[in-house]
C-alpha cells in the first residue's frame, strides 16, 4: 500500500503540475498554432500574472481588514486575466500586427519583447523572488488514505483548470466573437470579405491567449515564487505542449499537456528532476520522428 500512495501522489502531482502547462498550452496554442505567431514573451506574459497576483494580495493586506486577506487571489485572478490580455493587447497593435505571415520575425521581436518585460520586473520588483501567501482554507489537505493526502492548493488549481477550459470553449464555440475568432483562422481573406473586422478579431485573439498566461501565473504564484526570469523555466514545456499536441488543435494541447506533465513527474520520480527533464526531451524527438504533424494533426490560417 505504500508504494500505491507514493505513486498516486506523483500522479496527483504530475496532474496538478500538468494544469498549470495546459493553460499557458491553451494561450500558446492559439497565439502560435492558430495565428501564426511564434510568442516568445508568453512565458513573460505568465510572470505578469503570477506579479499582479502578489501586488492584488500586497493591496488586500495594507488596505483591507484582515476579514478580506484570505480571499485576495480570487480576486487576483481576472486581474491578472486582464493585466496580461491588455498587455497581450498592446503587444498585437504595436509589434505583431506587422509581422502576420513573417513567424521568424515574430520570434525575434517578441524574443527582445520578452528581454524588456525582464528588465522591467526587475526594476519594479528587484532581482530576487517574492511570494504569495496560500490563504489558510487553501492549506491543508484532502485524506484518502494514511499515506496519501491530496494537497488543497493543488486541487484548487485544478478546478481552476477546468473553468478555464468551460469559459474557453464557452468563448470559442458559443459567442459570436468566438464564431469570428474561428472564421479569421480558418480563412482570413474570406473572413474579412464576409465583413469580419479580422484586424480587431487578432488583436482579440491575442489578448485571449495572453490572459490565459496571466491566469497561469497567478495559479503558479501559490505553488512557488516568481522571479523576473520565472517566465523561461515554462515557456519550453508549453512549446513541447503545443508541438506534441498538434499545432493550432486546442484538444491536442488538453491531451499534450496532461501526458507531458504525467510522465515527467513519473520520470522524475524515477530518476531526477533534470535526468526526467533529459528523458522527456528525448521521447519527444523520438515521437516527432514518428509524428511530425503531432497527436492531432490540423490545418489552419498558420500552416496553409
Not at 520575425?105 to 524588456?116: K, N
Request: charged letters at 10%; aromatic letters at 10%.
Amino acid at each position: 500500500m505504500p508504494d500505491f500512495s507514493i505513486w498516486a501522489g506523483q500522479l496527483f502531482i504530475g496532474l496538478s503540475s500538468a494544469s498549470i502547462l495546459l493553460m499557458m498550452g491553451l494561450g500558446l496554442a492559439i497565439v502560435f498554432g492558430l495565428m501564426g505567431v511564434i510568442n516568445m514573451a508568453h512565458g513573460e506574459l505568465m510572470t505578469a500574472g503570477a506579479y499582479t497576483a502578489f501586488l492584488v494580495q500586497t493591496l488586500f493586506t495594507s488596505q483591507l481588514s484582515d476579514v478580506w486577506q484570505p480571499y485576495a487571489i480570487l480576486a487576483a485572478l481576472p486581474v491578472a486575466f486582464l493585466v496580461a490580455a491588455v498587455l497581450g493587447w498592446l503587444m498585437e497593435i504595436s509589434v505583431i500586427r506587422f509581422l502576420y505571415g513573417r513567424p521568424l520575425e515574430t520570434l525575434l521581436a517578441t524574443w527582445g519583447v520578452s528581454l524588456i518585460m525582464q528588465q522591467g520586473f526587475r526594476s519594479l520588483f528587484g532581482s530576487n523572488n517574492v511570494s504569495v501567501s496560500t490563504p489558510d482554507w487553501l492549506t491543508g489537505g484532502v485524506t484518502l488514505t494514511p499515506d496519501l493526502q491530496l494537497p488543497t492548493v493543488r486541487l484548487f488549481i485544478l478546478g481552476l483548470v477546468l473553468v478555464t477550459l468551460l469559459g474557453l470553449f464557452l468563448v470559442l464555440y458559443r459567442s459570436r466573437t468566438g464564431l469570428m475568432i474561428r472564421a479569421a483562422i480558418q480563412n482570413r481573406g474570406m473572413s474579412a470579405a464576409c465583413g469580419v473586422p479580422t484586424r480587431r478579431i487578432d488583436a482579440i485573439t491575442f489578448a485571449l491567449g495572453s490572459g490565459l498566461a496571466g491566469l497561469a501565473g497567478c495559479a503558479l504564484s501559490l505553488i512557488g515564487s516568481v522571479g523576473p526570469s520565472s517566465g523561461q523555466n515554462y515557456i519550453v514545456d508549453a512549446f513541447m505542449v503545443v508541438v506534441v499536441g498538434g499545432v493550432g488543435n486546442l484538444a491536442g494541447a488538453i491531451v499534450g499537456a496532461f501526458g507531458i506533465g504525467e510522465l515527467q513527474a513519473g520520470l522524475e520520480y524515477l530518476s531526477s528532476a533534470t535526468m526526467g527533464k533529459v528523458l522527456i526531451f528525448g521521447l519527444i524527438i523520438i515521437f516527432l520522428q514518428l509524428r511530425p504533424a503531432g497527436l492531432f494533426p490540423s490545418r489552419s490560417r498558420a500552416l496553409d
